[in-house]
């Protein structure tokens, strides 16, 4: 258990993908369900919707907080992020798996701690005995 | 219109809030959407998830990309991703009245650019006449 941040964010740029597969909502939908449970995250809502002529947007609502997906299938390029709390998911198995199913040939990503421990207990003047995330039960 | 990126997203973390807002799963869902609509966005869907003990995640999909929200009450905390496509809508605008209606004492923001046009380009080998970010229609 890390005691240092509430969780983790990855911002993930996704290069020459298949054009086909950005196009095409119920497979990206099954693709980010199956990327949020292989990273051992539990799946509480999710939320896709296609664009006219083409693109998808959508979000995953995990008990761990979110995956979300934009695709520009006009020039083969999607944006992903992958937020999640705990140390027992890992994002970074959700981010191998949607990077070989949306075929990208490049990738960029950067990682984010959210809610840092020690900037939660300053700027709450110290009120808080022990910050740590804690498995919510739904 | 940038011709720089196709989105921009702005990370925010608010501290200190008011937890009777935080827990407040109706409040949280009418506030985001609200923030949409002021930012000049057009809301698609929006879906929230309130946890036990408490705490609500949430995202609304805008038809320019989404906004999201994670809350701890206990630690009076919130997790805010503003992202944002075109020129027409401004994210600070969604992060202001937030920060307001959370009654955050304090905030602190990354804004991010997704979607980089050279970047698009360069890692397509140059396929694209022109990138640039056009106003969908649903």
Chains 1, 2 share one sequence.
């Not at 950005?22 to 990327?35: G, R």
Request: net charge negative; hydrophobic share 40%; glycine share 4%.
């Amino acid at each position: 258990m890390s005691d240092r941040r509430l969780g983790r964010h990855i911002l993930a740029e996704f290069y020459n993908c298949n054009v086909e597969v950005l196009k095409d909502t119920e497979a990206i939908e099954n693709y980010m369900v199956e990327a949020a449970t292989k990273a051992n995250a539990t799946v509480v809502k999710s939320v896709f919707h296609t664009f006219n002529p083409y693109g998808v947007s959508g979000v995953v609502v995990i008990q761990e907080s979110h995956l979300a997906i934009h695709t520009w299938p006009e020039y083969g390029y999607a944006a992903v992020d992958l937020f999640t709390c705990g140390e027992d998911i890992n994002p970074w198995i959700a981010f191998d798996y949607l990077k070989d199913k949306l075929e990208a040939e490049k990738a960029e990503t950067m990682e984010l701690d959210r809610g840092d421990v020690n900037k939660i207990q300053t700027y709450s003047h110290n009120k808080y005995d022990k910050i740590v995330y804690k498995q919510q039960i739904v």
